[in-house]
Each structure stands twice: as structure tokens, then as C-alpha cells.
């Protein structure tokens, strides 16, 4: 019963974005564009901090007007820095810490924009990336460890920044391709040509970029710095082909498959791998 009323809700909704194009194109594409850029889920309140996040440094770095949380758990000169994904936080990487913590590193995790207890209600790849730069001049990272949209955003923040400091990147079922999740989303609500051809022009409008060119794939190809890229057969919310796509073109990473995990990615042989990773010589 519930997907049968979110499967009239989505298309109700789309249906009424189709309508209005017609009308008013530009409220049409705003409201599309609103609908696939806020998180419906993924905020945090300082009054209830997961118990993982609650023994930890609190520090509110500011970019642009906005601010966004980090939380550091204290330990030697070796920084890792963790972005989580889309409709999450800093609490996700609760199963991971445990393993980075018996190396003794430094760990900062990051809320990503309108997530968690950092500002604003949108979300997009590239603000988060700027938030990545700040939290990288601040932290001094040697290693990034990315999941989903945070792993897609950790990725095109090498590329645009090309932080020659930054030793090693993760990436835990990430995206690569941008037009592939309009493409999901525009299916997902049943939008038509005119909306598709909208979204496009607004995110050249907004980014400065055509949607087929923000990819990982193509990104990939500017990135000198080792890798892991780890993606699951099963799974259902990012193609596993994504993940491919990436390693196509990034020379120095590592290819990872595994199956079972899904889109979460927790698991105890992947993370010693990570770790054997992260501190080989």
C-alpha cells in the first residue's frame, strides 16, 4: 500500500510539473529542480546527537554565508577526512570508525549541505565540494574517504582543486555520472522532454556546466593521486556500472566488486582492506 501511494504521489507530482511547463517554465523548472536538490531526510539536532558524534570535537567552519559542522575524533598527525552521502550524516560512518581509530589518525567527519547540523536546504555536488576545500584547509587531510554523492563530491573536488597535498581517496559506491541521476529522476516522476531540456539549461545556468560533462568518468582522467573505488553488484541505488565508469579512467585506483553489501557498503573484509590501504608503505 505504501508504494502504491508513493507511485501516485510522484506521479501526481509530475504530472503537475509537466502542466506548469507549459504555463510558466521557469516555476516549473525551479520546482523540479527544488524537489531533486532538498534532502527529505539526513538533519540532526544538536539536542539529540547520535551517541557516535556526541564524544567528539564540535567545530562550524563557514562558507559563503553558510556553516557546516564537522566532528573530530583526536588522535596523531594522520588525518583521514570522511564525507558521507546523500540523505545521511556524520553518523553513518559509526561501523567504519572503530577500524580508523585503532590506527590512531586524526578523524573529521563532515555534515554535507542542508544534512546534519550544517545550514541551508539545498544540496548540490558542487558547494559540497567547496565545502570539502574548506574543511581540507582547515584539517589538512592525507586521505579522503568518500560514500555515494560524498564520494561523487570527493572526486570533483580533486578535479577542480587539484590538492597536490592529498595522498590517497575512497570512494564507497559513488556515482559518476550527473545525467544519469536526472535521467532516474525525470523516469521516477514521469517528466517530459521540455522538463528534461528545463533542468538541463538550469543547471548551466546555475553551475556553469552541461549536465553530461559533470562525470566521474571524465573526471577520473585528471586524478594523479591512489585510490580505491568499491562498489557492490547489489547494489539498487547507485549501478554498480557507476562505479566502473570511475576506474575506467583513473589510473592509480584500484577496482574493488563486492556483492551482498549493497548501497551501505559496511563490511569487515572490505574496511581491512581499506585499511591495508590506507597505511601500506
Known sequence: ???????????SIGLYINLLSYVNPKKATLLAYKLFS??????LSKENLPEILKDTQHQTLQFEGQEFQ?????????V??????????ASRWEKMLPYLQKSGS?????????????????????????????????FQPHAIIGHSLGGAASVYYQYKYQNSKLKKMILLGAPSDLRVLITNYV?????????????DDHFLEKFQFRLDKFSGQL?????????IIAHDLDDTVVAFGEGKKIAS?????????????????HDDVLYSQVMQFLFEN
Open 70 to 78: 564537522t566532528y573530530i575524533w583526536n588522535g596523531n598527525n594522520h
Open 106 to 138: 586524526t578523524i573529521v567527519a563532515i555534515d554535507a549541505p542542508a544534512h546534519g547540523l550544517s545550514s541551508g536546504l539545498e544540496f548540490d555536488v558542487p558547494t559540497y565540494a567547496a565545502f570539502i576545500d574548506v574543511a581540507v584547509a582547515k
Open 38 to 43: 532538498n534532502p527529505r531526510d539526513g538533519r
Open 219 to 227: 573526471f577520473g582522467e585528471k586524478l594523479n593521486l591512489k585510490g
Open 1 to 11: 500500500m505504501q508504494k502504491l501511494k508513493y507511485f501516485l504521489l510522484t506521479k
Open 187 to 199: 523516469a521516477l516522476l514521469s517528466l517530459n522532454s521540455k522538463m528534461e531540456t528545463l533542468l
Open 249 to 265: 579512467t583513473w589510473k592509480n585506483a584500484t577496482f574493488i566488486e563486492t556483492k551482498g553489501l549493497g548501497h551501505s557498503m
Open 80 to 89: 583521514i577526512l570522511l564525507i558521507h552521502g546523500w540523505e545521511s550524516n
